[in-house]
C-alpha cells in the first residue's frame, strides 16, 4: 500500500485534509499528517516509509530527500518550488510537481488589497488617492499576474505587462498592453506588481538600477519572493527617493531598518498570506493528492519540474 505523507508546517484551512482522505482512500492509499511541526528533524523522521509528499512553502532539503527511502514523488502544493531541492530529487529519481494556477485567484486578490490599502493610507480616515487611471506594470505575465490583470481592469487601471516567456499577442488579447524590456515596465508603471519566481536568474534581480526608474509614487507590490528583491538596493532607494514605496506580503529581511527608518512607505502583512484562502488551500491539496494518483497509476507526469 502507498504511503501519502502530507507535512505542512503552515496547515491547510480545516476543509482540505478530509477531501485528500477521501481520494487517497478511494485509491487505497495509507494518509499521514504532519502539521505545525516544530523541527526539521520533525519533517525528516516523518518521511522515512512514504512514497509520496505533500507539502507548502515547507523545505524539502537533500538530507529530507535521503531520509526518505521510498520516496517517489513530491508535490508542491502551490506555485514555487524553490523550497524543494529539485537536485537530490532528480539524483535520487524522485519526481517533484507543483500545482500551477490552483491558488493563483488568492494571490492576485491580496496584490490589490494591498494595493487598495496602502491608497488608503491603511483605511486611517485620512484622504488617500484611488487606484482607477494608474498606471500597473505587471512583472511576469503567468496565472497570478494575468488574474492581478483582470482585477485591475475593474479597477479602471492601465495595464502593462513584461514576460519574456509570453507571446504579445496572448498578453494583448487580455487588453494588456506587453512592453519589449523589464527597464520600459518600471519606466511606464506606478504601481509594479511582482510575479517572478526565485530562482538563479532572479534571485536579487530587482535592484536600484530599475527601481530608480519609476515614476513618482513608485509602488512596488511583491506577493512573489523577498529572494528576488536586492535588499541593499531596497534600501538604497527608500533612503534615495521620499516617493518609494515597498508593499509585500513576505516581509524583507531588513524590515526592522525599513520599520524605524521609513514610516508610512512601507505595508508587510504579519505573515506570509498570499495563498491563504480556503478556496486556495482546497484546489492545491487536492489538486496535489490528484497528480500523485495519477503518476502512480497513470504515469502521468504533466506537471513535473526536474
Ligand atoms: C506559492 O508559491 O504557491 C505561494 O507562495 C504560496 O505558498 P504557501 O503554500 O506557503 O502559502
Known amino acids: 500500500m502507498k504511503k501519502v505523507l ?28 504532519i502539521e505545525k511541526y516544530e523541527s526539521q528533524d520533525d519533517l525528516v523522521k516523518a518521511v522515512k ?6 507539502v507548502r512553502s515547507d523545505k524539502v532539503t537533500k538530507e529530507v530527500i535521503e531520509a526518505a527511502e521510498n520516496l517517489e514523488i513530491v508535490v508542491r502544493a502551490g506555485a514555487g518550488y524553490d ?46 488617492t484611488e487606484l482607477k487611471g494608474k498606471k500597473l506594470g505587471i512583472h511576469a505575465y503567468g496565472h497570478v499576474g494575468k488574474l492581478v490583470a483582470d482585477i485591475a481592469k475593474g479597477f479602471g487601471m492601465e495595464i502593462f505587462a513584461f514576460d519574456p516567456y509570453v507571446d504579445d499577442t496572448d498578453i494583448s488579447k487580455d487588453n494588456v498592453t506587453p512592453v519589449s524590456s523589464v527597464e520600459e515596465l518600471y519606466q511606464i508603471c506606478r504601481y509594479v506588481s511582482l510575479h517572478i519566481p526565485a530562482n538563479e536568474k532572479t534571485r536579487k534581480s530587482i535592484n536600484y538600477d530599475l527601481l530608480k526608474q519609476m515614476p513618482q509614487g513608485g509602488t512596488l507590490v511583491n ?4 529572494e528576488v528583491i536586492d535588499e541593499d538596493s531596497l534600501l538604497k532607494i527608500m ?26 512607505r512601507y505595508y508587510f502583512t504579519p505573515k506570509k498570506m498570499g495563498a491563504q484562502t480556503k478556496e486556495a488551500n482546497v484546489n492545491a491539496g487536492v489538486a496535489a493528492a490528484n497528480q500523485i494518483i495519477n503518476f502512480f497509476i497513470k504515469d502521468d507526469i504533466t506537471y513535473k519540474v526536474n
Open 6 to 33: 502530507v507535512a505542512t508546517e503552515k496547515p491547510f484551512a480545516p476543509e482540505t485534509l478530509p477531501l485528500i482522505k477521501e481520494i487517497c482512500d478511494e485509491a487505497g492509499y495509507e494518509l499521514e499528517v
Open 49 to 54: 516509509e512514504t512514497n509520496a509528499i505533500i
Open 83 to 128: 523550497n524543494i531541492d529539485l537536485e537530490a530529487a532528480t539524483v535520487n529519481n524522485v519526481v517533484v510537481m507543483n500545482t500551477p494556477g490552483q491558488n493563483s485567484n488568492a494571490v492576485a486578490e491580496l496584490a490589490l488589497g494591498m494595493m487598495v490599502y496602502f491608497a488608503r493610507n491603511l483605511f486611517n480616515g485620512k484622504p488617500g
Open 223 to 226: 506577493t512573489a519572493r523577498k
Open 239 to 264: 533612503e534615495a527617493r521620499k516617493d518609494f514605496y515597498y508593499l509585500a506580503d513576505i516581509a524583507p529581511d531588513c524590515k526592522a531598518e525599513i520599520e524605524q527608518k521609513y514610516e508610512g
